[in-house]
């Protein structure tokens, strides 16, 4: 008789127990799965709710909750993994600072992103990954900052206030590398003008490309530059690059990138071409 209580009582818990399972899978800087807590920066739990749907809970190494994802496919290769559902990122103190919908690995739906008090900074819609719609952006205080409208990911304008509700100069809200004034003209007219093809390297028949990667603050200075490795390996030409970013290039008060309407950091790369000019064939 007791045995039967017993065996009714295992029954009756497995019946009554959530029908997904969980398992924790430890990560490591490259974001590639370990089998050991060893090596790890953070691990993740995975859940599967249903068929075709996985809630990914990531966590740092001290269990503070970083992030949650929702899959329709969660395995070791990156690749493969599908979003599917909604996602969200935290902040230290557990509330949400964006939160974002994704359907079959593409970012449609609202977007929000937030103060770290829970005030709502930031609103749009995306649609096949492109921001379409109205954009809004909050002050800390709830006021209008920034009314935007997008079409297929590109901004066709809008309205920028200051924190007394002043209407200001409008900029994009997305701006992803920095720019070159326009007093300047453009950027290729500008390296012709102001790049002197090395005598050296004329001597040595050398032609190629340079690339300078420089990095931009949020002021829109030049805080430092290299040669990308992939560039033309000729020393003189190399030089010649170097000399045009520290005089020239550095010098320049550049257009800040923009991302979700503020000033950010960036990344440029500006390409630099030197062919020996081909001399005119004599008229017969």
């Known amino acids: 008789m007791a045995g039967k209580c ?13 029908s997904f399972s969980q398992d924790t899978i430890y990560i490591d800087r490259k974001n590639k799965w370990l089998e050991s807590k060893e090596g790890a920066v953070r691990y993740c739990v995975r859940t599967y709710l249903k068929k075709d749907s996985i ?3 990531y966590y740092n190494l001290g269990d503070t909750l970083l992030l949650i994802h929702h899959f329709s496919k ?7 993994c599908k979003l599917n559902g909604r996602s969200a990122i935290y902040y230290a103190n557990g509330q949400p600072s964006d939160t974002r919908m994704y359907v079959d690995g593409k970012r449609n739906g609202e977007y929000l992103r937030f103060y770290r008090d829970g005030k709502l900074k930031y609103r749009c819609t995306f649609i096949n990954n492109a921001r379409e719609g109205l954009v809004e952006m909050f002050y800390p205080d ?4 920034r009314t935007e409208q997008f079409r297929k990911g590109r901004s066709k304008g809008g309205h920028l206030y200051d924190e007394e509700g002043h209407e200001v100069d409008f900029y994009p809200s997305e701006r992803p590398a920095a720019m070159l004034p326009a007093e300047y003209g453009d950027l290729q007219n500008f390296i012709r003008e102001h790049i002197h ?7 040595q028949n050398a032609e190629g490309r340079i690339f300078v990667q420089l990095a931009i603050d949020e002021s829109g200075r030049v805080i430092k530059y290299r040669i990308h490795p992939k560039s033309n390996e000729n020393y003189y030409l190399r030089k010649e690059v170097s000399r045009f970013a520290e005089e020239d290039l550095m010098e320049i008060k550049w257009i800040p990138a923009v991302k979700f309407g503020e000033f950010d950091k960036s990344i440029l790369t500006v390409p630099v071409t030197f062919n020996i000019p081909k001399p005119k064939a004599l008229k017969q």
């Open 197 to 203: 093809y090395p005598k050296e390297a004329i001597a």
């Open 142 to 145: 709830g006021s209008i900052w």
């Open 74 to 80: 969660f395995t070791s290769d990156p690749q493969q």
């Open 55 to 57: 809630e990914v809970r």
């Open 6 to 18: 017993l065996l009714g009582l295992l029954l009756m818990s497995f019946l009554t127990a959530p």
